[in-house]
């Protein structure tokens, strides 16, 4: 198959790695990509958010399927341009991707679907956050309404830090306040082709950059999967699987193609698991990073059958999803500075080093070439991603490989999977 995956980050390097593990024969091009996804598949310098130019390449170059990576072209619509063309695209159209575009239409959806989900009110002024803030009480969970690249969410026991962020976001428009939580984090994907729903396999990701859940939120600094504590809760994580799907996922794309926006793609449940049920926190209109780098590689169906199945609404011929059993887990190598202000351009080595660890494989993010030398381009430079027989092992090769990678000033978690490797 002729697929083009559209993106940069190390989500979509996970995409075409699994795409390519397939050992099929597809020719895959990715746009923009990066010098990791460059080393292994033909990238093309092309703007992935227009829909005019990423359509007139696929249909010169006779694309069989386009895959878009990241939130932004979703949000453009350009799975729309595609669509129109007569392109198979896996990704939602702009109406359902404001699943993740604006986090007041999600908890609408959520309402009208009966979606479990937290208390939220959506305000446009200070004096207006000050009140709802009081009434909520802390922790305080303040959340900008579009798409903030994993920085628009605060969650503080401080008021004053609280007061600050809803100050700053205020000025680009109304925000989101909501009740908090309380519970552990789990993330499950779900691919529709906008009626059939079939769900992947559960991940947990680490928001914080700090050990012990320390310092401020990131667009995530790590993750494993599977998840064997969800059997303590649920019997198993099949059952939690298929609770999530029958109360979260199948409701909330039912909804949608009831209002005529059909979800056609990756729907990404951020939910919470409280002592009153499993809530949800958020979702994703597509693959989440760093989930992606742990979810994939476990994955024993062909990828390239699902999004394909997805796109051309055959997805209820399809049986669940087959995983290994095997344990992954993800590191993600972050510069300095990250992510307030992450300093860019330093050099990257001793790459090769770190892949010759068994059972690695490294997800570039942000990373390129400059004579000659690969340096890093922003905040979230590389996942390592390690598997193993159980987590102590699938860890213990993630973090030696990352003790064999040099970038000045770089930083990383050092308790990804600490719980379930013990």
Known sequence: MRILVLGSGAREHAIIT??????????????PGNAGIARQVEVVHLDPSNGAVVSEYALENDIELVVVGPEAPLVAGVAEALR?????VFGPGKKAAALEGSKTFAKRIMTEAGVPTGRATRVGTLDEALAVLDDFGSPYVIKADGLAAG???????????????????????????????????VSLFFISDGHAVVPLSPAQDYKRLLDGDGGPNTGGMGAYSPLPWLADRFGSEKDFIDEVLDTVAVPTVRQLETEGTPFIGLLYAGLVLTEQGIRVIEFNARFGDPETQVVLPRLLTPLSGLLHAAATGALGNFESPRFSPTAAVTVVL??????????????LSGLDDALAVAGVHIAHAA????????????????????EGSDFAEARGRAYEALSKIGLDGGQYRHDIAERVAR
């Open 367 to 386: 990373t390129a070439k400059l004579d000659d030398a690969l340096v890093a381009t922003g905040g979230r430079v590389l996942s390592v991603v390690a």
């Open 334 to 347: 972050a510069s300095e500075g990250y992510p307030e202000a992450a300093i860019s351009g330093r050099p």
């Open 151 to 185: 920085k628009g969410v605060i969650v503080t026991d401080d008021r004053d830090a609280a007061v600050e962020h809803a100050t700053y976001w205020l000025q680009h428009g109304p925000i989101l306040l909501e009740e908090f939580l309380d519970g552990p984090e």
């Open 18 to 31: 699994a795409l390519l593990r397939e050992d099929a024969g597809h020719h895959i091009v990715a746009a």
């Open 84 to 88: 129109n063309r007569g392109i198979p």
